[in-house]
């Protein structure tokens, strides 16, 4: 196709700390959340003591192999990759008046190999983590402690690296902690509405404070929110479904509400009204919320329907996410809804909403790869995936949609965030290691390897639409 993609597109993909770096109590490390959710972010909460040996403790070792990998990564033509710093490297309570210099020392290292070749760092401040101790001393993002503990560590990080990092997001899928707070706010599963929407709204306020200070530390850097873009679609023309579409929509698009406008929608107070929400909001808190992000970033990999009909709501569910399947649709192995104009229809909801560049950071196939005997990976699945999501892209660059990137999910083989899987693979590189943590960690090229580096060469001309 003839590409639609701009000069300075930032291509790549993207990781995080805590799937890939391994490495979970060296130089220093802390505990954090993740590391006592070995199961994944669905799983059980498992107290953790020095020995015990969960799959991330060593993920694929990303700690120290990361020279390979970031080689790897610019085989391909990395013009970006996303990753996130361990909060817990930094601060290993979360509470420290003064940082660990061994955990600051290992992130110059990495970004210093990227700077080799070229690559940008996009760079999350906290990604599905947070320090173990900030739970366990002040009850996580529930205490109003925690937002100067991570201002704290922004500002260290900020500091440090502001001559290396210039475009930075703060919290990853911040909307999730809907979903899984104990994962998105420290909170246990069966916290309630008011507790999990004040620990909410805490981490907002921390949000924009980071801005505040990143817009004061690094005046050329750019720093956006991130969401995971969970569009769904009313089932039926049924004016019920189109209105409980909405509602739904909205659900996560007030996160982006709040971040990009500076202020909590009027919507969210009958919400909060009708389902007996009170929250403490403070006029410094409303006076830090106008600190707004300078992009959006989300993740996307499926849609989804919505339906007022119990009947239908309770039958079995497609994902994650409990959405109702779409019957136009098919699915991947993990019954995830695959979707690829969904990515161009969200990209024009989020742009028009918010005129405001954006940045797609998470975007790709989880599945089950085969070695051939001659040692091949023939991901075709992948490449068909990928290839007809960038076309969706493209298209809506074309609707007049600002772009700054997009980097894949998992270039290289990860430990899945929802259950903690290797076998649920993303990458372009392969990595040998199993879901009992068995195998020599090797990496080794897919096809889809060959075929990514091919688009990042071409801007997008490779990319073939389909007839």
């Known amino acids: 196709m003839s590409s639609k ?169 911040i909307n999730m902690s809907l979903h899984a707070p104990f994962t998105g706010v420290g909170l246990a599963e069966d916290s309630s509405k008011s507790e999990i929407y004040q620990a909410i709204h805490h981490q907002l306020v921390a949000s924009a404070r980071a801005v505040k200070a990143c817009h004061e530390i690094v005046p050329d850097g750019k720093i956006g929110n991130m969401l995971l873009g969970g569009i769904v679609y009313p089932l039926s023309c049924r004016p019920e479904d189109v209105l409980e579409t909405q509602r739904q929509n909205r659900d996560w698009l007030f996160f982006g509400d709040v971040q990009a406008r500076g202020d909590y929608p009027a919507y969210m107070q009958r919400y909060f009204r009708e389902n007996g929400i009170q929250i403490e909001i403070t006029a410094e808190d409303r006076l830090a919320l106008r600190e707004t992000i300078d992009f959006i970033s989300f993740s996307y990999y499926m849609s989804g329907c919505v339906t007022t009909d119990e009947q239908q709501n309770n039958a079995a569910r497609a994902n994650i996410l409990n959405m109702v399947p779409n019957p136009h649709l098919a699915s991947s192995e993990w019954g995830w809804q695959i979707d690829p104009v969904g990515l161009r229809y969200l990209l024009n909801v989020l742009y028009d909403r918010y005129q405001k560049p954006l940045f797609i950071v998470e975007n790709g196939l989880g599945a089950k790869d085969r070695i051939e005997a001659d040692g091949s990976i023939n991901d075709d699945y992948r490449i068909d995936y990928l290839n007809d999501h960038l076309v969706q892209v493209a298209e809506a660059i074309d609707d007049g949609v600002e772009v700054m990137g997009y980097t894949s999910w998992g270039p290289i083989d990860l430990v899945s965030a929802s259950k903690a899987e290797m076998s649920k693979r993303y990458g372009f590189i392969y990595v040998d290691r199993d879901d009992a943590g068995n195998g020599s960690l090797e990496r080794h090229r897919k096809k889809s390897f060959y075929w990514y580096r091919d688009v990042i060469q071409s801007n997008g001309n490779s990319l073939k639409e389909k007839a």
Not at 40 to 59: E, L, N, T, Y
Not at 121 to 149: A, N
């Open 5 to 173: 993609f701009p000069d300075h597109f930032l291509w790549g993909g993207a990781v995080a700390a805590n799937q890939v770096e391994g490495a979970y109590q060296t130089d220093g490390k802390g505990l954090s959340t993740s590391d006592l959710q070995p199961q994944g972010i669905f799983g059980a909460i498992v107290p953790r003591v020095d020995g015990d040996s969960g799959i991330k403790d060593v993920a694929i070792d990303f700690y120290h192999r990361y020279p390979q990998d970031i080689a790897l990564f610019a085989e391909m033509g990395f013009k970006c990759l996303r990753t996130s710093i361990a909060w817990t490297r930094i601060f290993p309570q979360g509470d420290e008046d003064t940082p660990n210099e061994a955990g600051l020392a290992f992130y110059d290292r990495l970004f210093d190999e990227m700077a080799k070749y070229g690559i940008q760092p996009l760079i999350t401040l906290s990604h599905y983590e947070m320090p173990y101790g900030l739970v366990k001393r002040y009850g996580g993002w529930g205490s109003r402690k925690t937002i100067g503990f991570f201002e704290r560590y922004a500002r260290t990080v900020f500091e440090r690296y502001k001559h290396k990092v210039k475009h930075w997001l703060t919290f990853n899928e």
